[in-house]
């Protein structure tokens, strides 16, 4: 059972920066996919970015230039650097893995606000 689990959220004033992390309990490099979606306040659960087994990465227009996805295949962690945060960018992050028989698996999610 693959397990989950995020933490780096908070508050953060627009402009600044959070860094969130997602530790798998599985071999994340065993994964189709693994990423990170959200969903703001009365929003649709929404892609953020993610990583393909092969290393192609993959990012929603919106956070194009201000969000950065890494892998730690040593630690099984998957981390979102997010600079430049804006007001809209306010929602709970969740992380997602998609095993190679694409299996779904998400995280319970960590909150982000980003306000003055």
């Known amino acids: 059972q693959v397990q989950l689990v995020e933490s780096g959220g908070g508050l953060v004033q627009p402009g600044g920066s959070l860094r969130l992390s997602c530790a798998a309990s599985?071999?994340?490099?065993?994964?189709?996919?693994i990423g990170w979606y959200r969903q703001g306040p009365g929003k649709q659960r929404e892609l953020v970015a993610n990583?393909?087994?092969?290393?192609?990465?993959n990012y929603a227009d919106s956070v194009k230039g201000r969000v950065t996805i890494t892998r730690d295949n040593a630690r099984n962690t998957v981390n979102l650097q997010m600079n430049n945060l804006k007001p809209e960018d306010t929602a709970v992050y969740y992380c997602?893995?998609?095993?190679?028989?694409?299996?779904?698996?998400w995280g319970k999610g960590t909150l982000v606000t980003v306000s003055s």
């Open positions: 997602h893995a998609k095993d190679m028989s694409y299996m779904n698996y």
């Open positions: 990583i393909l087994s092969g290393g192609r990465t």
């Open positions: 599985g071999t994340i490099f065993s994964f189709y996919e």
